[in-house]
């Protein structure tokens, strides 16, 4: 099958599986003739557990990883199980972030001063931030990735 009809019966756009190959979580394809990617039907399951990985929360490096041991004859459920149990810290570790973060906004709200400040003497109330983790001095989403996340490469094009 051609690309375009991969690309539709997974829902993604082509773009997205090209650069899949790229970064080497899918096989090349063999080409046909013309030169155009002939995709073998295995590769609907193989973007289906893609984009499932993905959907779990995996970054396309530990799926490449997973896929990995697979390829090379390896189980990969002792992999997977591990990096669910971090996955899972981690979401731990946010939602905790999240209901300091909640507790934090709603004291300032009840805390909420009027008077004289630069900007607004809500968010320049004493409210202390010291003890507070860094995380929660940036907006959610925007911190800044630790130096092993740097080295990963982008998830890319969806």
């Known amino acids: 099958m051609r690309i375009g009809e991969l690309a539709r019966r997974v829902g993604v756009n082509p773009k997205t599986l090209r650069y899949w190959e790229e970064i080497g979580l899918l096989p090349q394809p063999p080409r046909n003739a013309s030169g155009y990617r002939d995709y073998p039907e295995s590769f609907v399951d193989l973007c289906r557990f893609i984009l499932k990985a993905k959907r779990l929360g995996f970054k396309l490096s530990e ?41 934090l906004l709603l004291s300032l709200v009840e805390r909420e001063r009027n008077g004289p400040a630069p900007v607004c003497p809500i968010i320049e109330s004493d409210v202390e931030l010291e003890n507070e983790p ?17 080295e990963e490469y982008e998830e890319g094009p969806s």
Not at 71 to 96: N, Q, T
């Open 63 to 103: 799926i490449k990883e997973i896929l990995d041991l697979k390829l090379s004859g390896r189980e990969p459920c002792g992999c997977v199980r591990e990096k669910i149990r971090k996955k899972v810290e981690e979401i731990d570790s946010i939602i905790e972030d999240l209901r300091r973060r909640k507790a």
């Open 134 to 150: 860094p995380g929660l001095l940036v907006p959610y989403g925007e911190q800044v990735p630790s130096p092993r996340e740097a």
